[in-house]
DNA sequence: GGAGAACTTGACCATTTGGTCAGATCGTCG
DNA sequence: CGACGATCTGACCAAATGGTCAAGTTCTCC
């Protein structure tokens, strides 16, 4: 129940004008106030925004932004498409509704860059934590791609404001690792980038992959395969692994 | 629209120019007999349809192929749109050219890999290589990028034969390679992955690099720094480089 | 029990857009 | 020069689509 990620659409709810200006989120307009009976139970809202958004980030992600119909995200729904413009507004109100949906997610990802702790084991986990999210939530991944694919129209401030925020720090850490002899001397920033890179493709270009590999579908093997190839090129290409010579470790 | 552009073969709309003038002359798969009379100067056809294929890439990589319209695209190319659909039928018609005039480039990059060449030398080559695509040509990856995100309902075939069977090829090279010492042993399918997604990320995501680099466009700079790491990495993590001492690595 | 909010939905509508057409105009070659 | 195909293009058109409405139906709570 809790996990509600309707939470973050809140920014979005009073969605009007888009195109570029996304910050610009003023809320003019308060949206009909929800009663939501302390009724701890059938909030009809919650439910029917969760599968809307379930069944838009899945038609998002296949057709992209303009080739995805409100008629069809209702119909995967089973709802009629009146009844979808009921609880988004709009289509761009709904996409951005499953990109913060996702955005919360991803972000926090990053955390683990601590450090404290072990650059190969923090890699190690961010690898197999991002592959995860490729294998299991495919389409969250498309439809973020296919926003960033096409220049970003709704989300070019959280790139600048938020992302580059948190990479900033994050290559910090990454420099400490650097300075400490932990990692070998590479930019930080373009190894996030290549972090992301390996990891996404997986989902994003899982078309290709399945093709090459001559699977019909991706299998847990498939991914475990893709792990371990990942984890040593990425650690044995960016981390130094401590040596009995040089100077302690840990 | 179309519920499916993949319509390999949709050539049946039925013309109905006229009922004969045309000598009905539909011989070669080729449209209209282009006279290309010899006159070696100012063949109209040709340099109209580049003229097209240019604008069409770049209004496919913004847009993707549902949300890019023929009237943009003429628009672009200068051209009214009825003359668009003159020298392309249809929208899904020039889309297919605008893939293939690039496919032809990227297949051949992969040439490279010949079990003779020594690895470290053949892979720097490639990273560049493919990295320099990323920079000239960002939109053509687009395209592509957008198209196999979205299922890949045109290059489908193009991925299960011509591309897989040349994936599968140099994976035997790469086999070999390991098998020589040169190579750590990684499954060469998914090292080949790794090397679109790294190369390509830089074309495809371009706005969230930029991002979060700060910068406004990508520099020379930006992209040697990117090769650089991108080599260091793979290099470092997948070869074995000639050690003076014996071959025992880990 | 019933007032009013929350929700549902079929019917509509204004635009957008891919594609067509028929009548010009241009270029080339015998 | 004249024939004829190649090229050009403004005017259209039918289908698709985002979004609106107003008339219901269901819930909630007093």
């Known amino acids: 129940m809790a996990r509600d990620p309707v939470a973050s659409a809140d920014m979005s709810r009073p969605q009007k004008r888009n195109s570029s200006s996304d910050t610009s989120t003023k809320s003019p307009k308060r949206r009909r106030l929800r009663k939501i009976s302390a009724n701890g139970r059938g909030n009809i809202r919650e439910s029917n925004e969760v599968r809307l958004l379930q069944a838009a980030e899945t038609v998002f992600a ?22 979808l413009h009921y609880y988004f507004r709009t289509k761009a109100e709904l996409y951005r509704a499953v990109l913060a949906n996702m955005l919360e997610l ?96 997986y989902a994003d270009f899982e078309v290709q992959v399945r093709a090459v590999l001559g699977r019909r579908r991706l299998t847990e093997a498939d991914f475990a395969d893709a792990a371990a190839n990942i984890t040593q090129l990425i650690l044995q ?14």
Chains 1, 2 share one sequence.
Request: hydrophobic content about 40%; charged content about 30%.
């Open 62 to 83: 296949e057709r992209g932004f303009s080739g995805a119909t409100t008629a069809e995200i209702a119909a995967r729904a089973k709802l009629p498409k009146a009844n």
């Open 106 to 201: 991803w972000l926090s990802e990053l955390d683990r860059f601590t450090a404290e702790r072990d650059p190969s084991e923090v890699v190690a986990e961010y690898i197999s934590a991002k592959l995860n999210w490729s294998r299991r939530r495919p389409n969250a991944s498309k439809v973020f791609a296919n926003e960033i694919l096409h220049g970003a129209p709704f989300l070019k401030s959280y790139l600048a404001r938020d992302l580059r925020q948190r990479v900033e720090d994050k290559a910090g850490v990454v420099r400490h690792w650097i300075d400490q002899g932990k990692m070998r001397p590479l930019d930080p920033k373009h190894f996030v980038f290549q972090l992301w890179a390996v990891t996404q493709h």
């Open 237 to 250: 290409g960016a981390l130094i692994s401590p040596r009995p010579s040089g100077r302690a470790h840990k």
